[in-house]
């Protein structure tokens, strides 16, 4: 599939960085994987383009600096919700090359991604659709109280071969799992969403879900959504403080 533009406009009110995807570096395949997972291809014929959305008004400043900096970001209203759209063919054309298509998400697979960029496509999935949570949980033995804190992080997918793509990627040192999480409702911003079809999780627990993070989220990378890469962090200074719990 191939997006042409019959009519070229003679001027553009908001210039499109398109080397940011063309250059095809650890960038380019961050934003490929923010884009499949969080962000979407509009190819109506009078309305081409390219968007993501978030609650994180930083992340999405930071992928809009990138691509178009003087585009405006879109607040939709009643929820905390940013948007931002793009319109340039070659971007387009790049990211649907790369299987980030319109109305992907049960189709979603992963075409080819350099072994040296996998780490940052799989950091930008991460950051677009997937969760980091640790929870501090309390249990009796003997008449003790413990306290334990389970870590978890996983990306969800209604297109399980995309997981199981994903899963071929990571270092056979980190352990995960792929679970089928059936058809459920959810919620974003007080808004349900309507489930049609079944949902995928690809699930890293307590060790393994630090080790990942910290694999994804490895020094000096060039862009991620601050809040994930903070809490990866925290979970690192853990691991440091007390790493017999992470054995």
């Given at each position: 599939?191939?997006?042409?533009?019959?009519?070229?406009?003679?001027?553009?009110?908001?210039?499109?960085?398109?080397?940011?995807f063309l250059k095809e570096d650890d960038i380019s395949f961050y934003l490929l994987g923010a884009y499949m997972t969080d962000g979407c291809i509009n190819d109506k014929k009078h309305h081409l383009s390219f968007s993501i959305s978030s609650?994180?008004?930083?992340?999405?400043?930071?992928?809009?600096?990138?691509?178009?900096?003087?585009?405006?970001?879109?607040?939709?209203?009643?929820?905390?919700?940013?948007?931002?759209?793009?319109?340039?063919?070659?971007?387009?054309?790049?990211?649907?090359?790369?299987?980030?298509?319109?109305?992907?998400?049960?189709?979603?697979?992963?075409?080819?991604?350099?072994?040296?960029?996998?780490?940052?496509?799989?950091?930008?999935?991460?950051?677009?659709?997937?969760?980091?949570?640790?929870?501090?949980?309390?249990?009796?033995?003997?008449?003790?109280?413990?306290?334990?804190?389970?870590?978890?992080?996983?990306?969800?997918?209604?297109?399980?071969?995309?997981?199981?793509?994903?899963?071929?990627?990571?270092?056979?040192?980190?352990?995960?799992?792929?679970?089928?999480?059936?058809?459920?409702?959810?919620?974003?911003?007080?808004?349900?969403?309507?489930?049609?079809?079944?949902?995928?999780?690809?699930?890293?627990?307590?060790?393994?879900?630090?080790?990942?993070?910290?694999?994804?989220?490895?020094?000096?990378?060039?862009?991620?959504?601050?809040?994930?890469?903070?809490?990866?962090?925290?979970?690192?200074?853990?691991?440091?403080?007390?790493?017999?719990?992470?054995?």
């Amino acid at each position: 599939m191939t997006i042409k533009l019959l009519n070229p406009p003679k001027f553009r009110k908001y210039q499109v960085n398109s080397n940011i995807f063309l250059k095809e570096d650890d960038i380019s395949f961050y934003l490929l994987g923010a884009y499949m997972t969080d962000g979407c291809i509009n190819d109506k014929k009078h309305h081409l383009s390219f968007s993501i959305s978030s609650k994180d008004l930083d992340w999405i400043e930071n992928i809009r600096n990138l691509i178009c900096p003087n585009k405006p970001i879109y607040n939709k209203k009643k929820i905390i919700h940013y948007d931002f759209q793009a319109s340039d063919i070659n971007c387009m054309n790049w990211l649907i090359d790369n299987s980030c298509t319109p109305r992907k998400s049960k189709t979603l697979y992963i075409k080819n991604i350099p072994e040296k960029y996998q780490r940052d496509f799989i950091r930008g999935c991460i950051d677009g659709d997937g969760s980091l949570s640790n929870c501090i949980y309390t249990k009796i033995k003997n008449g003790k109280i413990y306290t334990y804190t389970k870590h978890t992080a996983y990306l969800c997918s209604a297109s399980e071969k995309f997981l199981i793509q994903i899963k071929e990627m990571i270092p056979k040192t980190i352990n995960c799992n792929i679970i089928n999480t059936g058809i459920k409702d959810s919620q974003i911003n007080n808004r349900k969403i309507k489930a049609t079809c079944n949902m995928y999780r690809l699930v890293f627990n307590d060790s393994n879900a630090i080790k990942f993070t910290e694999w994804i989220y490895y020094p000096n990378n060039k862009i991620s959504l601050y809040r994930k890469q903070y809490k990866a962090k925290q979970w690192l200074q853990e691991k440091k403080t007390i790493p017999h719990l992470f054995r």
